[in-house]
């Protein structure tokens, strides 16, 4: 099992990904696929991010724009 972090943790940990981009990735995640990439996490109110899911999803995306 993969890391779990809080929007916080994560872009603690990554800086390259500011709270509030993260954010925005997160409420428009069932138009850009981050939903089908399961790199979120929800228990009650709380949003997750699984690590390794959602930098899958970022180079997934990298992939797609240079094909």
């Known amino acids: 099992m993969s890391a779990l972090s809080t929007v916080r943790q994560f872009s603690e940990?990554?800086?390259a990904f500011t709270e509030n981009s993260l954010r925005a990735f997160i409420f428009n995640e069932h138009r850009n696929g981050l939903a089908k990439s399961?790199?979120?996490k929800r228990v009650g109110r709380k949003v997750l991010i699984d690590d390794a899911k959602f930098m899958d999803w970022i180079e997934a995306q990298n992939q797609r724009g240079a094909a």
């Open 13 to 15: 940990k990554q800086p």
């Open 38 to 40: 399961g790199a979120v």
